[in-house]
Structures are given as C-alpha cells and as structure tokens.
T-cell receptor, first 113, second 109 residues
C-alpha cells in the first residue's frame, strides 16, 4: 500500500517561477490537506478538500492554489515563487474530519532562491 | 498567544528513561487531542489520540489530557533509541487541526 505519495521530494526554484507539487493517495480518502512546516512553527494548513470538486482555504493560502478533480489527486500550485515559500510541504489525507487521523506523505522540500 | 505551545527541546535522555513531553493550548473549544511522531525527513504519523480528559495507554506510551488546565502530556516508558524523533502535539475540532511546533527527542543508547 503506497498511502500518500508526494512528488517531487526536493526542488529549487528561482524567485518568480511557478511549479506544482503533486499528491496522490490510494486509500479512497475523501479529505485531503496541504500543510507547510517551518522550523519552530508547527504545521500550518494551506488548503484542504472534503471531496472531489470541493476545496477551501486554510490558515496560510496566499501564493498557492489547489484543485481536486479526482478523489485520489490534490495538486498544490505555487505561482510566482517567493523566498517566504521556502519550506517543507506535506500532503495528508483522512477518511473523516474527526478524530483527526491524518496520513501524511513524506514531504516535498522546496527552496526558493 | 499561540494556540498550541510546546517546548521545542531538544531533549536528550538515556535509554530506559521515562520521558515526559508536554503541550498547552489556549482554545477551550478543542475537542480532540493527538500526538504525532515524526522521524527525520519523514512525514508525521499518528501515535495516539483521545477525546476526553484523563489517561489513555498504548504499550509504552500514555497520553494524558487535562481540559481544565488545557494541558496535554505524552509519557514514554522504557524509552528506546528508536523513539528518537520529533513529537508533535495537535488538537482541534472538525476540520480545524492545530499543531504544536514539536519537541525533538533523542534517546541515547
């Protein structure tokens, strides 16, 4: 069982470039999330989705976009990359919103120079 | 005031020690409480969760919640080098999960 798969694992971007972080889950989970993790700051929710075609903003959505055309896939788009977007990005999924058992991918480490 | 506060460590203990990891939270509306373990360069994985005040035990791990003082603890008995990781507490309700910054634990053989 692959679980939650994220690609790429590492990426270096120049300021102003755009890219998409891919996330796929094979557990048929309805809920999917994108978090960023910065040192000493904890995981911050960027966007989440409760099902195909439905997305909503989290705590730190500025500079990002998402789409959810299928249950399995939840890509995160970075437009006009800025150094403040240097972070580790985690995609997660869950069967239901509660009690909060999130299944995380291994992360995508992004550096913007 | 941050919603969830956690001592970042690092915390180093000898193998076999009892480890106590702690968090405080500010929002009394939070309904469930979780501990995630994150190994270096990996995603977090759920270790324990609970809805209520009191203790919940799972093997060497005990989660303790005191809603009256908004305090969450994780105890690890007979700690092993394989327990070396960052431990994230998390709490929330519905879609709203709030994570602490994590405590980095090293268990020395």
């Amino acid at each position: 069982n692959a679980g939650v798969t994220q690609t790429p694992k590492f990426r270096i971007l120049k300021i102003g470039q755009s890219m998409t972080l891919q996330c796929t889950q094979d557990m048929n989970h309805n809920y999917m999330y994108w978090y960023r993790q910065d040192p000493g700051m904890g995981l911050k929710l960027i966007y989440y989705s409760v099902g195909a075609g439905i997305t909503d903003k989290g705590e730190v959505p500025n500079g990002y976009n998402v789409s959810r055309s299928t249950t399995e896939d939840f890509p995160l788009r970075l437009e006009l990359a800025a150094p403040s977007q240097t972070s580790v990005y985690f995609c997660a999924s869950s069967y239901s919103a509660s009690p909060g058992e999130l299944f995380f991918g291994e992360g995508s480490r992004l550096t913007v120079l | 005031q941050k919603e969830v506060e956690q001592d970042p460590g690092p915390l180093s203990v000898p193998e076999g020690a009892i480890v106590s990891l702690n968090c405080t939270y500010s929002n009394s509306a939070f309904q469930y409480f979780m501990w995630y373990r994150q190994y270096s360069r990996k995603g977090p994985e759920l270790l324990m969760y609970t809805y209520s005040s009191g203790n919940k035990e799972d093997g060497r791990f005990t989660a303790q919640v005191d809603k009256s003082s908004k305090y969450i603890s994780l105890f690890i008995r007979d700690s092993q080098p394989s327990d070396s990781a960052t431990y994230l507490c998390a709490t929330g309700w519905g879609q709203n999960f709030v994570f602490g910054p994590g405590t980095r634990l090293s268990v020395l053989p």
